[in-house]
Antibody, heavy 117, light 107 residues
Framework: EVQLVESGGGLVKPGGSLKLSCAASGFTFSDYYMYWVRQTPEKRLEWVATISDGGSYTYYPDSVKGRFTISRDNAKNNLYLQMSSLKSEDTAMYYC??????????WGQGTSVTVSS | DIQMNQSPSSLSASLGDTITITCHASQNINVWLSWYQQKPGNIPKLLIYKASNLHTGVPSRFSGSGSGTGFTLTISSLQPEDIATYYCQQGQSYPLTFGAGTKLELK
């Protein structure tokens, strides 16, 4: 059974940093591209980052480029999202998801990030 | 960026109805269109990928069609467990983008 379990969310002040983790199990993690996707309080879904199966390629929207870094440890079956210079508009539930044909076929339960002073 | 316009934003239907949700892309996305279902308090779940491919375990009353810029999600014989918000998402090019969602309610 595919399982994705996020952790690391919390309350952080504007300008602060946070590192999210996603523990993967039930599949060969190193075979898959992975995503981070967030859902805002208004329920809008936003793609945040993509990383290739080997970790060599990463992609970001302009809204987070230069502030967020996606990475992975295939030996530990873990996915990460390092977030810095956080803004109030980064407040959201953050999900990790597995890639299938440019879709997100399995999602974790999410970890909540609140950016507020 | 490719904009994804979903309609309607909300929909009221009766059990047993056939409902259709549409998604229009601002440019050609070939068949790189996915549909997700999110029930209240739950995570999004993949229903359809590559426009018309049913994800594992998804009931056959769900179907998807379209290519290029116009796509539809059809639910035949609406069931109580289908009450949810539905989102489309394009995978043609980065940045990946989602529609704003269609909230399906019971009449």
């Amino acid at each position: 059974e595919v399982q994705l379990v996020e952790s690391g969310g919390g309350l952080v002040k504007p300008g602060g940093s946070l590192k999210l983790s996603c523990a993967a199990s039930g599949f060969t993690f190193s075979d898959y591209y992975m995503y981070w996707v967030r859902q805002t309080p208004e329920k809008r879904l936003e793609w945040v980052a993509t990383i290739s199966d080997g970790g060599s390629y990463t992609y970001y929207p302009d809204s987070v480029k230069g502030r967020f870094t996606i990475s992975r440890d295939n030996a530990k079956n873990n996915l990460y999202l390092q977030m810095s210079s956080l803004k109030s508009e980064d407040t959201a539930m953050y999900y990790c998801a597995r890639s299938l044909a440019r879709a997100m076929d399995y999602w974790g339960q999410g970890t909540s990030v609140t950016v507020s002073s | 960026d490719i904009q994804m316009n979903q309609s309607p934003s909300s929909l009221s239907a009766s059990l047993g109805d056939t409902i259709t949700i549409t998604c229009h892309a601002s440019q050609n996305i070939n068949v790189w269109l996915s549909w997700y279902q999110q029930k209240p308090g739950n995570i999004p779940k993949l229903l359809i990928y590559k426009a018309s491919n049913l994800h594992t375990g998804v009931p056959s009353r769900f179907s998807g069609s379209g290519s290029g810029t116009g796509f539809t999600l059809t639910i035949s014989s609406l069931q109580p467990e289908d009450i949810a918000t539905y989102y489309c998402q394009q995978g043609q090019s980065y940045p990946l983008t989602f529609g704003a969602g269609t909230k399906l309610e019971l009449k």
